[in-house]
């Protein structure tokens, strides 16, 4: 049973647009929830996080958003750049030491 | 300031074969952790430290088994390798942040064959 989902598998948005790549949760327990990217060949970075208290929290052109209610959160990046193409994960941390990552979403940002 | 290094980046192996996957991190992290991935399934949680002496199964802990060495290192084995452990290796470290986020390594691809 996945307690973390990212649902869709790849996006592919216009260089300049914003790109919104999405999350659901099934634990509404979770402290924290972090978004990482990817590129090949590298191990994940951190990108940001929001504690479960925020609905809402900012860095740069990266804003995630939490929708506690619908268990829901989702990552925005404006404007989106070709760096930014990568696989985007999703993780839960529920204070027990253990995170719990989504499948990924792969971002193509089409110059 | 490497931050978290593995070794090897490539390794071949034949069904029963055994290796260690090493881990180091040089940011005096307390936890340290090994997660596998493959193919549409993300990252999933072999075994975790929370400090050093202290080690905790993860998400799919068998075929495995981990030591922490001291605070910096973190070795993942695998005692009788087989193809369903083909995947890619990422140890990561999580320091006193208040954001709780990891440090990856840059991952072993590690085939069975």
């Known amino acids: 049973d996945q307690q973390v989902k990212q649902n869709s598998p790849s996006l592919s948005v216009q260089e300049g647009r914003i790109s919104i790549l999405n999350c659901d949760y099934t634990?509404?327990?979770?402290?924290?929830f972090l978004w990482y990217k990817k590129y090949p060949a590298e191990g994940p970075t951190f990108l940001i996080s929001?504690?479960?208290?925020?609905d809402k929290n900012e860095d740069g052109r990266f804003t995630v958003f939490l929708n506690k209610s619908a268990k829901h959160l989702s990552l925005h990046i404006v404007p989106s750049q070709p760096g930014d193409s990568a696989v985007y994960f999703c993780?839960?941390?529920?204070?027990?030491?253990?995170?719990?990552f989504g499948t990924g979403t792969r971002l193509k940002v089409l110059a | 300031n490497a931050g978290v290094t593995q070794t090897p980046k490539f390794q071949v192996l034949k069904t029963g074969q055994s290796m260690t996957l090493q881990c180091a991190q040089d940011?005096?992290?307390?936890?340290m952790y090994w997660y596998r991935q493959d193919p549409g399934m993300g990252l999933r949680l072999i075994y975790y430290?929370?400090?050093?002496?202290?080690?905790d199964k993860g998400e799919v802990p068998n075929g495995y088994n981990v030591s922490r060495l001291n605070k910096r290192e973190f070795s993942l084995r695998l005692e009788s390798a087989a193809p369903s452990q083909t995947s890619v290796y990422f140890c990561?470290?999580?320091?006193?942040?208040?954001?709780?986020?990891?440090?990856f390594g840059p991952g072993t691809r590690l085939t069975v064959t």
């Open positions: 929001i504690s479960s208290i925020k």
């Open positions: 940011m005096n992290h307390n936890s």
């Open positions: 993780a839960a941390y529920p204070g027990t030491y253990k995170y719990i």
């Open positions: 990561a470290s999580r320091g006193q942040s208040s954001s709780y986020e990891q440090y």
């Open positions: 430290s929370a400090s050093e002496g202290t080690t």
């Open positions: 634990n509404s327990m979770f402290d924290y």
